[in-house]
């Protein structure tokens, strides 16, 4: 039976790292100096050049080995060990600080579309109303 473990895919941690940061590609294309096709074929690469690493890293704002190590679970880990230690918003030394509320931005997304639902509402009767108005004309 073969104990080898599989290598990391350095390129799907990449991708993973720049999605968890709130870049695209184009941003981190334009940061590294090469196109949005070039970060997209390092993303799907198994391995990526050290040079090129150091390069993406940077423009990560990590270091090389945050990237060939990056788990899902080490970010869980991570975050759910993260505390301010500070003291300056007002709930203790070691009180989380969240950045922002999922469920506002779930909410956020619904009144969006919601609004572009009722507008596309809105046109379908205004089409309605008028073509009414033509059969009446005849």
Known sequence: MNTATKPKHIGRNISRIRELRGMKQEALAIA????????????????????????VAKALGVTVEAIKTFSEENVINYFNNFYDNSASN??????PIFNFNPIEKLIESYDENKKLYERLVQAEKDKVEYLEKLLKAK
């Open 32 to 55: 590294i100096g090469i196109s949005q096709q070039s970060v997209s074929n390092i993303e799907a690469s198994e391995t990526v050049d050290n040079e090129k690493l150091e390069e």
């Open 90 to 95: 007002g709930q203790g030394a070691f009180a």
